[in-house]
């Protein structure tokens, strides 16, 4: 049988845990989240200037073929 120390005991230790939980949830709420690196970009060098811009290419005829209506 619990005597009634026991209980409040135990009621203490439950309201200690749950304070435990709620000051650790409140700092990892806080604390900042690590952002990963971007990666570098695969073919980063830029094009030769005969052909940067607009080129039509097989795949660009094959869409203007294929939206025609």
Known sequence: MTTPNDSALRRRSLFAGAGAVGALAAAAAVLPRVQPRPQP????????????????TEHVKQYYATARL
């Open 41 to 56: 970009l695969a073919d980063a060098t830029p094009a030769a200037p005969d052909q940067a811009g607009y080129q039509l």
